[in-house]
């Protein structure tokens, strides 16, 4: 099986193109080659298959092996692919990249032939619960904004969350026993993403996300889309957004109608053969 590892913002997964390759158990098969000591290593495995509805459909897989519905880093990587291998014209600036969560236009940046950089449009962010919800994760008593993105995510401001301070730089063996109370949690019965935001300007944030499926991982574009909503709909933020990850920025835009786009770098790493 030929693959292409890619990733945005460091969230990284294998991709194949199902135009010309066939997989089969894709759940088995995104464990095995996710595992960064006995597989290839990525935060999932992505499927670039064939559709009617856009360019290509992409069939997200977690590195649990769960399915996902929507990955803004994915989709970004996705669009970079169908441009750069030549599944659609060059002459094209936009990529129409079909989901389960359904079709997103993509604009691409494109700098000497290969996309560089993509804006996509995310669709119209909603509001999943109370303003804010109130809730308690292991004897700690803490407030979340709910948001749907195509993908659920339960957003915490550091601001009105005291019992979460240092979460930002708690080590990752930490991080990662704290956060799979808050994606497991009986509140969310298909488990959750889940994103710890500092607010340090009405325009800027830093984020930390624990993802449904993968654990922490570097960058998450749904879960920068969701905090940047949530920030505007609790009056914390501005509509235009710098959302400051582990793995580098996004720049999040809310319009008027709640219609969210995001725009990142999308990257190949390299190649392979497995």
Known sequence: MKFTKMHGCGNDYIY?????ENVYEPEELARKISDRHFGIGSDGLILILPTENGDAFMQLYNADGSKGSMCGNGIRCVAKYVYDKGLIPATRDYALIDTPSGVKRISLEVVNGKVEAACVDMGIAKLDGELPENINVDGMSLKFIGVDVGNDHAVYFLDDNPELEGIMTWPESKFANEGVKFETHPRFPRRVNTEFIRVIARD???????????????????????????GVIAGKLDREVLVHLRG?????????DNRCFMTGPAVEVFNGEI
């Not at 194949?16 to 010309?20: E, I, M, R």
């Not at 580098?248 to 008027?256: A, E, M, P, Y």
Request: hydrophobic content about 35%; glycine content about 12%.
């Open 16 to 20: 194949v193109n199902c135009f010309t």
């Open 204 to 230: 800027e944030i830093d984020m930390r996300v624990y993802e449904r499926g993968s654990g922490e991982t570097l960058a998450c574009g749904t879960g920068a889309t969701a905090s940047a909503f949530a």
């Open 248 to 256: 580098g920025d996004l720049q999040i835009r809310v319009d008027d």
